[in-house]
């Protein structure tokens, strides 16, 4: 469907992308993930048509769409700032790409009123100014306005950043069951590793202008392939050397006492299990958010830190004594 051959973007003397290849499957949920400055929103906008690329392909369909202007791509655009026309009606910014496109004011209605029900805006609120709306309702405005005019590929970039957390993730869920529905391949930027991980059929982690790993969810966070990918998705413990030792000691393993090695802070077990090592520690301090308490535990010298579900029992308190029980197979290392 969506093919980056060989790009190559630069600012004057500077590389932003660099021999980059990906492809995007039709009707694929994609995700760029990565810090400020990585390259994902310049990849975006490559695509879009907003920047030119030095150097390189963006194939689309099997057409090379490198040079062709923004208005022949048809990909709609959902920008993390909304991009609306404020001192126009809801239902006025919706009908503007398709008074562009020159379809009569009966076609206009009736597609600006299908999209309005599929993302759920009211007749009401058709009729009201866009300034007069909330941040969550101008951002389902912005989308339903790029979905109006049908297009092959949806592209969001940060669009839910500017959004407080609870309507952010009543958004997140709505959105992956709106491009589920209609089936349109969409490529999503942002810096959330959760969002990415929530939403997406694959990611594609950016750092420095590369592809570090391409994947989906579950093997982005439990096969990461590099240092990077481990430290940037969710939370890791960075075993100490003590620690692999003794792991390998305990289990005729032979991991590489000199190299980083990861282990997630949920495969961190506080109870028994065949197969585990068993590593004691004493407990540091304690975070408690209601669902789950993470303990800080002091093994050897090194801070692991571990989940634990709250059932309702008393807390483990700083000094206290605990065994911790780590399977080597969840051991990630680079």
Same mark, same amino acid.
Request: charged share 25%.
């Given at each position: 469907?969506?093919?980056?051959?060989?790009?190559?973007?630069?600012?004057?003397?500077?590389?932003?992308?660099?021999?980059?290849?990906?492809?995007?499957?039709?009707?694929?949920?994609?995700?760029?993930?990565?810090?400020?400055?990585?390259?994902?929103?310049?990849?975006?906008?490559?695509?879009?048509?907003?920047?030119?690329?030095?150097?390189?392909?963006?194939?689309?369909?099997?057409?090379?769409?490198?040079?062709?202007?923004?208005?022949?791509?048809?990909?709609?655009?959902?920008?993390?700032?909304?991009?609306?026309?404020?001192?126009?009606?809801?239902?006025?910014?919706?009908?503007?790409?398709?008074?562009?496109?020159? =379809? @009569?004011?009966?076609?206009?209605?009736?597609?600006?009123?299908? $999209?309005?029900? &599929?993302? %759920?805006?009211? #007749?009401?609120?058709?009729?009201?100014?866009?300034?007069?709306?909330?941040?969550?309702?101008?951002?389902?405005?912005?989308?339903?306005?790029?979905?109006?005019?049908?297009?092959?590929?949806?592209?969001?970039?940060?669009?839910?950043?500017?959004?407080?957390?609870?309507?952010?993730?009543?958004?997140?869920?709505?959105?992956?069951?709106?491009?589920?529905?209609?089936?349109?391949?969409?490529?999503?930027?942002?810096?959330?590793?959760?969002?990415?991980?929530? =939403? @997406?059929?694959?990611?594609?982690?950016?750092?420095?202008?590369? $592809?570090?790993? &391409?994947? %989906?969810?579950? #093997?982005?966070?439990?096969?990461?392939?590099?240092?990077?990918?481990?430290?940037?998705?969710?939370?890791?413990?960075?075993?100490?050397?003590?620690?692999?030792?003794?792991?390998?000691?305990?289990?005729?393993?032979?991991?590489?006492?000199?190299?980083?090695?990861?282990?997630?802070?949920?495969?961190?077990?506080?109870?028994?299990?065949?197969?585990?090592?068993?590593?004691?520690?004493?407990?540091?301090?304690?975070?408690?958010?209601?669902?789950?308490?993470?303990?800080?535990?002091?093994?050897?010298?090194?801070?692991?830190?571990?989940?634990?579900?709250?059932?309702?029992?008393?807390?483990?308190?700083?000094?206290?004594?605990?065994?911790?029980?780590?399977?080597?197979?969840?051991?990630?290392?680079?």
């Amino acid at each position: 469907m969506i093919e980056f051959k060989d790009i190559e973007v630069k600012y004057g003397d500077f590389i932003a992308i660099k021999d980059m290849n990906l492809s995007i499957n039709e009707g694929e949920f994609f995700t760029f993930l990565g810090p400020s400055g990585c390259g994902k929103t310049t990849t975006l906008r490559s695509l879009v048509g907003f920047i030119q690329p030095s150097a390189g392909q963006i194939i689309i369909d099997g057409k090379d769409v490198t040079n062709v202007p923004i208005e022949k791509r048809n990909i709609g655009m959902v920008f993390q700032s909304y991009a609306l026309f404020p001192t126009m009606t809801v239902y006025e910014n919706l009908a503007f790409g398709l008074k562009v496109k020159k =379809l @009569s004011p009966k076609e206009i209605d009736k597609k600006v009123k299908e $999209v309005a029900n &599929v993302i %759920e805006i009211k #007749d009401e609120q058709l009729l009201r100014n866009v300034s007069e709306l909330s941040g969550g309702q101008q951002q389902r405005v912005s989308l339903a306005r790029a979905i109006v005019l049908e297009p092959k590929i949806l592209c969001l970039d940060e669009p839910l950043s500017n959004l407080d957390a609870k309507l952010r993730v009543g958004l997140r869920s709505e959105l992956k069951k709106l491009q589920k529905n209609l089936g349109i391949t969409t490529l999503y930027v942002t810096h959330d590793q959760e969002e990415a991980l929530t =939403l @997406s059929d694959r990611i594609a982690v950016f750092n420095n202008g590369f $592809v570090e790993q &391409v994947g %989906e969810p579950y #093997d982005i966070y439990n096969h990461s392939k590099s240092e990077f990918v481990c430290d940037f998705i969710g939370e890791s413990n960075k075993l100490s050397s003590l620690i692999i030792s003794e792991i390998n000691v305990q289990t005729e393993k032979t991991f590489d006492v000199n190299k980083g090695a990861y282990v997630r802070l949920e495969r961190v077990s506080l109870k028994e299990k065949a197969g585990c090592a068993k590593i004691h520690g004493t407990v540091k301090d304690y975070d408690y958010n209601g669902i789950m308490i993470k303990y800080d535990v002091d093994v050897l010298g090194c801070e692991i830190r571990v989940i634990h579900t709250n059932d309702g029992q008393a807390f483990y308190e700083p000094g206290r004594k605990l065994d911790l029980y780590i399977e080597p197979n969840d051991i990630m290392q680079f």
